[in-house]
């Protein structure tokens, strides 16, 4: 089982329309989740972020995080062709050692909006 | 949060040569982090650079071929040593906080050796 899955994609949706993003992880030490939006040729930019259970809400943004499924999404509200990008998954884990301040990375969900 | 620049943007290398990528902060960081990105894959973490001591290597990346120099708060190089085709990918630097949570970061640097 991979560390962390993501569905690559490509999901495409219309312009307007709600855009669901899903994360499943398998290290239960994770503490923090992380969603980087990324453009192609460009590098990874922080969009989100969350730590407890539930929900948190930026923006059109939302993450819903539920530790005991070990699953985190993202949830872009009014999706725009602006959000067409990879969106990566990564949580975080202070496990300390080796592990201190690592983000592990999922393969990414490719996003389309389409006008 | 940290504005990161990163030398080379991108370069063309030669089999068996050596390049040495800059990664410069704008303030002083806690962690700084290498990561790889192969074409069409996800990021890869190289190593933790750490200030002052030996840069903390993940499973399958070894000192040889990435060496890795944290002088300072703000600054730290990767090398890739004897470089193959196989080493073409995007390298990034990114850092954060003491925590080491939210991460930045820099704009990669592309490498394409042949």
């Known amino acids: 089982q991979k560390e962390v899955e993501q569905n690559s994609g490509p999901l495409s949706v219309p312009e307007g329309a709600i855009a669901s993003l899903n994360c499943t992880y398998s290290?239960?030490?994770?503490?923090?989740f992380f969603w980087y939006r990324q453009y192609s040729g460009k590098s990874p930019e922080l969009i989100m972020f969350?730590?407890?259970?539930g929900d948190k809400e930026d923006g059109r943004f939302t993450a819903q995080l539920n530790k005991a499924s070990q699953y985190v999404s993202l949830l872009i509200r009014d999706s725009q062709p602006s959000d067409s990008a990879t969106y990566l998954c990564?949580?975080?884990?202070?496990?300390?050692?080796?592990?201190?301040?690592?983000?592990?990375f999922g393969q990414g969900t490719i996003l389309t909006v389409h006008p | 949060s940290a504005v990161i620049s990163q030398k080379p943007s991108r370069d063309i290398c030669q089999r068996g040569t050596s390049l040495t990528i800059q990664c410069q902060v704008d303030?002083?960081?806690?962690?700084m982090f290498w990561y790889r990105q192969q074409p069409g894959q996800s990021l890869t973490l190289i190593a933790t650079?750490?200030?002052?001591?030996?840069?903390?290597?993940e499973s399958g990346f070894v000192i040889d071929k990435f060496p890795i120099s944290r002088p300072n708060l703000t600054f730290s190089t990767l090398t890739v040593s004897n470089m193959s085709p196989e080493d073409s990918s995007i390298y990034l630097c990114?850092?954060?906080?003491?925590?080491?949570?939210?991460?930045?970061f820099g704009p990669g640097t592309r490498l394409l050796v042949l």
């Open positions: 969350i730590y407890s259970n």
């Open positions: 290290d239960r030490g994770s503490q923090s």
């Open positions: 990114s850092s954060s906080g003491t925590g080491g949570e939210t991460q930045y």
């Open positions: 303030s002083q960081v806690t962690m």
């Open positions: 650079a750490n200030q002052g001591s030996e840069a903390t290597y």
């Open positions: 990564a949580p975080y884990s202070n496990g300390g050692g080796t592990s201190y301040g690592k983000l592990t």
